[in-house]
T-cell receptor
Framework: GAVVSQHPSRVICKSGTSVKIECRSLDFQATTMFWYRQFPKQSLMLMATSNEGSKATYEQGVEKDKFLINHASLTLSTLTVTSAHPEDSSFYIC????????????FGDGTRLSIL | DQQVKQNSPSLSVQEGRISILNCDYTNSMFDYFLWYKKYPAEGPTFLISISSIKDKNEDGRFTVFLNKSAKHLSLHIVPSQPGDSAVYFCAATAGGTSYGKLTFGQGTILTVHP
């Protein structure tokens, strides 16, 4: 399956800071990547679809100005949490889209974001 | 609207026995189903999947069964091992404009006792 690298694994910062999270596809060129968020003891919820060379598409209820997504190359998507506040504290995980057809997505190891 | 549901928050099984994890879905457009294993503070690890044209898929100790009429799938792990202890998520996706977007269940915590 796809090898996905996500960085950083943990961020602790003050309220009002903007935080950038990187997701890299290491073994194939991904036109599509996905960003998910998991609150404690809850399920993973899709936030947005990152599309290489075009704008990301956001799920209902996700603020696109708060969560900026850039997919500038076929191997890198970034999620920037702008002016983060304590309620943005969560576990953010990226996945690399299926190569084709009925194939699984593979996930990065996630980023634990803690806003003080 | 919870389109994918795992109604058992936890399951405890003795080593060597079978673990059966269940998942129900409501969206009839889902045509591909996956099971992931997850540890705290890590990303999900893919285990096994099944497309809607099949009713069973097997990979080693893991078997997934799909009952489309009941909108139900299950993951069987046999024999269960202590290293299988983790949170298990089922996920589903549809084609078309939803291609690749996964909808996850709430997860089931599996504990396998030695």
């Amino acid at each position: 399956g796809a090898v996905v690298s996500q960085h950083p694994s943990r961020v602790i910062c003050k309220s009002g800071t903007s935080v950038k999270i990187e997701c890299r596809s290491l073994d194939f060129q991904a036109t599509t990547m996905f960003w998910y968020r998991q609150f404690p003891k809850q399920s993973l919820m899709l936030m947005a679809t990152s599309n290489e060379g075009s704008k990301a598409t956001y799920e209902q209820g996700v603020e696109k100005d708060k969560f900026l997504i850039n997919h500038a190359s076929l191997t890198l998507s970034t999620l920037t949490v702008t002016s983060a506040h304590p309620e943005d504290s969560s576990f953010y995980i990226c996945s690399v889209g299926p190569r084709a057809g009925y194939q699984p997505q593979h996930f990065g190891d996630g980023t634990r974001l803690s806003i003080l | 609207d919870q389109q994918v549901k795992q109604n058992s928050p936890s399951l405890s099984v003795q080593e060597g026995r079978i673990s059966i994890l269940n998942c129900d879905y409501t969206n009839s457009m889902f045509d591909y189903f996956l099971w992931y294993k997850k540890y705290p503070a890590e990303g999900p690890t893919f285990l096994i999947s099944i497309s809607s044209i099949k009713d069973k898929n097997e990979d080693g100790r893991f078997t997934v069964f799909l009952n489309k009429s009941a909108k139900h799938l299950s993951l069987h792990i046999v024999p269960s091992q202590p290293g299988d202890s983790a949170v298990y998520f089922c996920a589903a996706t549809a084609g078309g404009t939803s291609y690749g977007k996964l909808t996850f269940g709430q997860g089931t915590i599996l504990t396998v006792h030695p």
